[in-house]
């Protein structure tokens, strides 16, 4: 998935009624030499390991070649599939130099070098003490403030301030990071989005031939907080362009979300996955529920506790009433400008769901301008 920035998707105006002061004009004409001197930066962001970032950012490198640009590798992964060593071979390599028995980017060689690309894989890498920075990423940083425009790579799990919301998904630990602030300096962002189901882990051959280690539902959820994250970075693009062009911003609610509780649903992730995309695109969220007459004690209690959870995170609570349940929800929904209905699903119960289809197949064919998002539940 590709994710740019696009002015006209965003309601944008220019600045109106008194004249910019000198100081504004001054900042702004800084800003945009500042750009013109500046590498650019391009990041393949990846939600897992195995999605093809690197192959990805190589076959960047060589089409880019092709055209004519001067393109260098600067640093790359040891281990290589067949596919991305041809590749390699078609670009120029600056060698990786070794320092006490650690391989790391030779930025010297590549600082004199100045060409107008450089690949470099592993951005989170360490470098070992005596070296001039501490981080790969300071090294890109330099690279970039030379000019250099720099194409790399890099995991959700290596982002600093994500990492503490990864281990709790994957249980992996890791301790090489890049800063989100350094991200969010991204000329472009390139999420590399390969369903769940599809991704791949690499093999000690550099073959993407094992299935991952990671549950559909871990990746899943690793995906939809990497969407987000470049989600982020976007809006920082965005800003350093209206700052440049000395423009104002302006945009209201983008989302509504609407979350409805059952006795059957996972309010809790459901409400966590909403409130989430709530906060990041500044919207609302809703909880629904309706008021069965036939349920049980037990199915009573579930629904309360799911509108206790919704009220924690601020959502505002409806009560639907009305004799066909999808009906009434979307009824509301169109009501209510909603964007997104988040519903809990377990399968087909029935021989009669499986043969003629369910409410929530009716739910989803008659949701005209609204995205449906189905949570699993056991």
């Given at each position: 998935?590709?994710?740019?920035?696009?002015?006209?998707?965003?309601?944008?105006?220019?600045?109106?009624?008194?004249?910019?002061?000198?100081?504004?004009?001054?900042?702004?004409?800084?800003?945009?030499?500042?750009?013109q001197?500046?590498?650019?930066?391009?990041?393949f962001?990846?939600?897992?390991s195995?999605?093809?970032?690197?192959f990805?950012?190589?076959?960047?490198?060589?089409?880019r070649?092709?055209?004519?640009q001067?393109?260098?590798?600067g640093?790359?992964?040891?281990r290589?599939?067949?596919?991305?060593?041809?590749?390699?071979?078609?670009?120029?390599?600056?060698?990786?130099?070794?320092v006490?028995?650690?391989?790391?980017?030779?930025?010297?060689?590549?600082?004199?070098?100045?060409?107008?690309?450089?690949?470099?894989?592993?951005?989170?890498?360490?470098?070992?003490?005596?070296?001039?920075?501490?981080?790969?990423?300071?090294?890109v940083?330099?690279?970039?403030?030379s000019?250099?425009?720099?194409?790399t790579?890099?995991?959700?799990?290596?982002?600093?301030?994500?990492?503490?919301r990864?281990e709790?998904?994957?249980?992996?630990?890791?301790?090489?990071?890049?800063?989100?602030?350094?991200l969010?300096?991204?000329d472009?962002?390139?999420?590399?989005?390969?369903?769940p189901?599809?991704?791949?882990?690499?093999?000690?051959?550099?073959?993407?031939?094992?299935?991952?280690?990671?549950?559909?539902h871990?990746?899943?959820?690793?995906?939809?907080?990497?969407?987000?994250?470049a989600?982020?970075?976007?809006?920082?693009?965005?800003?350093?362009?209206?700052e440049?062009?000395?423009?104002?911003?302006?945009?209201?609610?983008?989302?509504?979300?609407?979350?409805?509780?059952?006795?059957?649903?996972?309010?809790?992730?459901?409400?966590?996955?909403?409130?989430?995309?709530?906060?990041?695109?500044?919207?609302e969220?809703?909880?629904?529920?309706?008021?069965?007459?036939?349920?049980?004690?037990?199915?009573?209690?579930?629904?309360?506790?799911?509108?206790?959870?919704?009220?924690?995170?601020?959502?505002?609570?409806v009560e639907?009433?009305?004799?066909?349940?999808?009906?009434?929800?979307?009824?509301?929904?169109?009501?209510?400008g909603?964007?997104?209905?988040?519903?809990?699903?377990?399968?087909?119960?029935?021989?009669?769901?499986?043969?003629?289809?369910?409410?929530?197949?009716?739910?989803?064919?008659?949701?005209?301008?609204?995205?449906?998002?189905?949570f699993?539940?056991?």
């Amino acid at each position: 998935m590709r994710l740019k920035t696009y002015i006209n998707n965003r309601s944008v105006a220019a600045t109106s009624g008194s004249k910019p002061t000198p100081e504004q004009l001054l900042q702004q004409l800084e800003t945009q030499e500042e750009h013109q001197s500046h590498g650019r930066l391009k990041v393949f962001f990846g939600y897992a390991s195995g999605v093809g970032k690197s192959f990805r950012m190589l076959d960047e490198g060589r089409r880019r070649y092709e055209r004519g640009q001067d393109v260098v590798v600067g640093a790359i992964q040891p281990r290589l599939s067949p596919d991305l060593q041809q590749i390699i071979n078609t670009l120029e390599v600056i060698p990786l130099k070794e320092v006490q028995g650690v391989p790391v980017m030779d930025l010297e060689t590549i600082l004199r070098r100045q060409p107008k690309v450089c690949l470099v894989d592993g951005l989170a890498y360490d470098n070992p003490p005596g070296l001039k920075h501490e981080r790969r990423w300071q090294d890109v940083a330099e690279l970039l403030d030379s000019g250099i425009s720099v194409i790399t790579s890099v995991n959700l799990q290596h982002i600093e301030e994500m990492t503490p919301r990864v281990e709790a998904i994957t249980g992996k630990h890791v301790t090489q990071t890049v800063p989100l602030s350094f991200l969010q300096t991204a000329d472009e962002i390139v999420v590399v989005d390969v369903p769940p189901e599809s991704c791949m882990t690499v093999s000690e051959d550099g073959n993407s031939t094992k299935p991952h280690k990671l549950s559909q539902h871990q990746l899943s959820e690793l995906r939809e907080i990497a969407l987000l994250l470049a989600a982020d970075v976007i809006d920082s693009q965005l800003e350093r362009y209206l700052e440049r062009h000395g423009i104002q911003q302006s945009w209201g609610t983008q989302e509504r979300i609407l979350v409805c509780l059952s006795p059957q649903s996972n309010a809790e992730r459901m409400l966590e996955s909403g409130a989430r995309n709530r906060d990041r695109f500044h919207g609302e969220l809703l909880a629904a529920h309706l008021n069965r007459p036939d349920w049980s004690p037990e199915q009573r209690k579930r629904v309360e506790e799911g509108v206790a959870l919704a009220r924690q995170r601020d959502a505002e609570i409806v009560e639907l009433d009305g004799e066909d349940p999808v009906d009434t929800i979307l009824r509301f929904a169109r009501q209510r400008g909603i964007t997104q209905i988040y519903v809990g699903h377990k399968g087909r119960e029935s021989w009669w769901e499986r043969a003629f289809g369910s409410d929530l197949d009716r739910l989803i064919s008659s949701a005209e301008g609204m995205d449906v998002r189905v949570f699993p539940h056991s």
